[in-house]
């Protein structure tokens, strides 16, 4: 494994102890450090990743010239080289993983008093704005479940009954249900994924006050 990927396991491993101004400094600047010499480390494993894949086509045309069983089997030098290009491609995909998480985190996180007062206020507009989303979510979920209550009141009705026949009925019950399940769906959906926003949010600001 690279050092590179290596530190910065170590560094948001660390993180959850980051608890002070001071502490939060420190290890911003680490991380700022670390994403740099990631951005590093992608651009010479592309360059190795041009460099191989030139060798990989080289390769294939060598293998182009062999006999039938030949092409079936695969060379040893083109099965290493396979290999080695899913490892840089596993490399260059955790080093940008890692170099995303950790940037994530240096923005989020104080360096200055100032700069903990003004993310405070960010993410309890934030959450006010979500709490708002929520309510108007809730609002049209509301009014899709009395439009479903009134057709179903609507199909069930003793004219009805006796036009269309009981059986006609169930399956005019089970279509508008079927419906307002459908209806329902993306924004119940839209709500677990506003209460969790919101509970992150609120696990953010309790760290973040803490910061002394």
Not at 71 to 88: G, N, P, R, V
Not at 145 to 168: C, D, E, I, M, N
Request: include cysteine.
């Amino acid at each position: 494994m690279a050092s590179e990927i290596q530190l910065a396991q170590e560094l948001l491993s660390s993180y959850p102890s980051v608890t002070s101004i001071t502490g939060a400094g420190d290890w911003c600047f680490k991380a700022d450090k670390c994403i740099q010499e990631l951005g590093a480390l992608v651009a010479k494993a592309n360059d190795e990743t041009t460099k191989l894949s030139q060798v990989a086509s080289a390769q294939r045309l060598v293998s182009k010239e062999k006999s039938f069983l030949g092409k079936i089997f695969k060379s040893t030098d083109e099965k290493k080289t396979k290999s080695e290009l899913d490892a840089i491609a596993d490399l260059i995909t955790s080093s940008h993983k890692y170099a995303e998480r950790l940037q994530e985190l240096v923005d989020v996180t104080p360096k200055t008093k100032e700069e903990q007062s003004s993310l405070v206020k960010e993410l309890k507009l934030e959450k006010k704005e979500l709490q708002l989303r929520k309510k108007q979510i809730a609002a049209e979920i509301k009014g899709i479940k009395t439009v479903a209550r009134q057709k179903s009141a609507s199909a069930g009705s003793p004219l009805t009954t006796l036009l269309a026949g009981t059986k006609y009925t169930a399956s005019q019950r089970r279509s508008i249900r079927y419906s307002k399940e459908r209806a329902l769906a993306p924004h119940e959906d839209a709500s677990s994924a506003l209460d969790r926003q919101i509970l992150s949010l609120d696990k953010e600001l309790i760290r973040l006050e803490a910061f002394r």
